[in-house]
């Protein structure tokens, strides 16, 4: 017993140990953090531009049913009218003798608009035209009536966040840079795919071998849709988080199905085709992947760490001590796809009558897979776990393991640093990290022409109310969102040409 009594004291008497030397050393990290140096910027005076003129194009956009339902299946008749009324809405853009435009495989615009220095290497905006379909009766307002609030601070609609919002806001901005006469030094591409959503088999790639043609083999960088500047992704932080995805995860459909005798409901078997399938997809839901807290994790939650109020910051800033807590931790709500690959049964089929034993049952799987595992090790994976022979799994077509990791040093990285500084020169205040994106996007088509790879919505969305609007229900964006994203493309303009040569005489000794 006494011995017992000295084990439990030793161990008491290590953990305050511990959790004194965590507290000492978050204290120290705190007070000698150097204050975030003011983003330094050669084009202070780029001006400013409102989204009063943009909203009603906007509105416009939206209108357009631009739906995708699967590879090589979508809404021509709308894609094309969208495109003309694109055309037509920026008559001084595409009139411009810098701007030359192509329609690409019918549907998809690609915008090029010469630099005055033609040594620098061009950059590429991609967003996309199509948007996935809308289950009205989920809808409260008309999927693709464009609706505004009372107060005209937001409109609802599919497309408004994913993607039409980058459309016009990337037109918005090329329009106000013609308009005030500017010939960007360094050229730059808007790439407008029409089939993001089922692959971008006919749109971006289309667009990546039109460039390839066109004797384009480098980019400066290509920048896509992506993660957001994310308003409370954790209780507590009193600054919102601009992730900019620096990879995405790969993507894999699988096929579960299963073939068994049918015959007569009044002479059933124990389980039926779409019993032993559902038993099958149980399982892999109760059985998820497993949590990865890999250096990227580690370095964005050290990023945030700081920030966090008592006891988070030192349980944070201590991965040494807590790295498994804070791994738990994340693997709940909306960061766990951040640290594991997910499952999500996505379609389910079977039966045929209410009077007939159904021969056959089928449904998909869509796991978007952690950097660090390939398509193989999930799928091996699934087998131990459904461990049931009549269950036959079958990856689809169009499965792609995660994208490299693209160069993201904030200083020594030269177009990650453009794009940070351009975000907090837009958020002053945020929390800029380095994440892998956990949907997919047609950047998979552009890795070819450059290793600087990124994928970033500038748009604030707050994790509770509006993430699930991404392909859900009610769909919409703030005005000041739209306003916002116009403007990060336009100073994202203007800087791209100013750093080609950092300025060795311009330095902050507070630089990072
Ligand atoms: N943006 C789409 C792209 C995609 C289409 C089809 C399959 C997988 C991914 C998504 O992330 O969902
Ligand atoms: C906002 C994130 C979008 C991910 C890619 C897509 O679904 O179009
Ligand atoms: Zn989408
Ligand atoms: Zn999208």
């Given at each position: 017993m006494r011995k017992a009594l000295k084990f439990v004291c030793a161990l008491l008497s290590l953990l305050i140990a511990l959790l004194v030397v965590s507290c000492i050393r978050t204290f120290l990290l705190t007070v000698s953090r150097s204050a975030a140096p003011t983003p330094c910027h050669r084009n202070e005076s780029q001006g400013y531009i409102t989204s009063e003129d943009a909203w009603p194009r906007f509105k416009k956009a939206l209108q357009f049913r631009t739906v995708s339902n699967?590879?090589?299946?979508?809404?021509?008749?709308?894609?094309?009218?969208?495109?003309?009324?694109?055309?037509?809405?920026?008559?001084?853009?595409?009139?411009?003798?810098?701007?030359?435009?192509?329609?690409?495989?019918?549907?998809?615009?690609?915008?090029?608009?010469?630099?005055?220095?033609?040594?620098?290497?061009?950059?590429?905006?991609?967003?996309h035209l199509d948007v996935v379909p809308v289950v009205q009766e989920e809808w409260t307002h008309d999927g693709f009536g464009a609706e505004e609030e009372d107060d005209g601070s937001m409109?609802?609609?599919?497309?408004?966040?994913?993607?039409?919002?980058?459309?016009?806001a990337q037109l918005e901005a090329l329009s106000f840079l013609i308009s005030k006469g500017i010939q960007p030094q360094r050229g730059f591409f808007l790439a407008f795919g029409h089939d993001e959503e089922v692959g971008g088999h006919d749109g971006a790639a289309r667009i990546a071998e039109e460039l390839w043609k066109r004797g384009i083999h480098d980019l400066d960088f290509v920048l896509d849709e992506g993660l957001t500047v994310l308003k409370d992704l954790f209780q507590g932080l009193p600054n919102n988080i601009a992730g900019i995805g620096v990879t995405e995860k790969g993507s894999l459909h699988l096929n579960l199905s299963v073939h068994s005798e049918g015959g007569h409901s009044s002479m059933p078997p124990k389980q039926t085709s779409i019993g032993i399938l559902s038993a099958a997809l149980a399982k892999l839901e109760a059985n998820q992947h497993d949590i990865i807290f890999d250096e990227m994790t580690h370095n964005f939650?050290?990023?945030?760490?700081?920030?966090?109020?008592?006891?988070?910051?030192?349980?944070?800033?201590?991965?040494?001590?807590?790295?498994?807590?804070?791994?738990?931790?994340?693997?709940?709500?909306?960061?766990?796809?951040?640290?594991r690959t997910t499952t999500a049964v996505t379609m389910f089929q079977g039966g045929l009558k209410p009077?007939?034993?159904?021969?056959?049952?089928?449904?998909?799987?869509?796991?978007?897979?952690?950097?660090?595992?390939?398509?193989?090790?999930?799928?091996?994976?699934?087998?131990?776990?459904?461990?049931?022979?009549?269950?036959?799994?079958?990856?689809?077509?169009?499965?792609?393991?995660?994208?490299?990791?693209?160069?993201?040093?904030?200083?020594?990285?030269?177009?990650?640093?453009?794009?940070?500084?351009?975000?907090?020169?837009?958020?002053?205040?945020?929390?800029?990290?380095?994440?892998?994106?956990?949907?997919?996007?047609?950047?998979?088509?552009?890795?070819?022409?450059?290793?600087?790879?990124?994928?970033?919505?500038?748009?604030?969305?707050?994790?509770?109310?509006?993430?699930?609007?991404?392909?859900?229900?009610?769909?919409?964006?703030?005005?000041?969102?739209?306003?916002?994203a116009i403007n990060f493309y336009y100073h994202l303009m203007m800087n791209a040409d100013s750093d080609e040569h950092p300025d060795k005489s311009h330095s902050h000794s507070s630089e990072l």
């Open positions: 699967a590879p090589h299946v979508y809404n021509r008749k709308d894609l094309q009218e969208f495109v003309t009324f694109l055309l037509q809405s920026y008559p001084q853009v595409f009139q411009s003798p810098h701007v030359r435009r192509d329609i690409i495989n019918e549907y998809s615009l690609l915008i090029s608009v010469s630099g005055k220095n033609r040594s620098l290497t061009p950059y590429l905006l991609a967003a409109v609802y609609a599919r497309g408004a966040i994913d993607d039409k919002s980058n459309v016009i939650v050290e990023s945030i760490s700081l920030d966090m109020p008592f006891p988070l910051n030192v349980v944070t800033s201590n991965l040494w001590l807590f790295k498994p807590l804070v791994a738990r931790a994340l693997a709940k709500g909306v960061s766990e796809s951040m640290v009077n007939v034993i159904p021969p056959t049952a089928w449904a998909v799987i869509n796991h978007r897979i952690h950097p660090k595992q390939t398509i193989a090790e999930i799928i091996d994976r699934n087998r131990a776990v459904v461990n049931d022979k009549r269950v036959t799994i079958t990856p689809l077509p169009g499965s792609y393991n995660a994208h490299p990791v693209s160069p993201h040093h904030p200083k020594k990285d030269r177009p990650y640093r453009l794009i940070r500084d351009t975000l907090l020169q837009i958020y002053p205040n945020v929390v800029t990290a380095p994440l892998p994106l956990v949907a997919n996007t047609d950047t998979k088509h552009y890795l070819s022409f450059s290793k600087h790879v990124f994928r970033h919505n500038p748009i604030v969305l707050d994790v509770k109310t509006e993430l699930h609007r991404i392909h859900g229900r009610d769909e919409r964006l703030s005005k000041a969102n739209l306003e916002s």
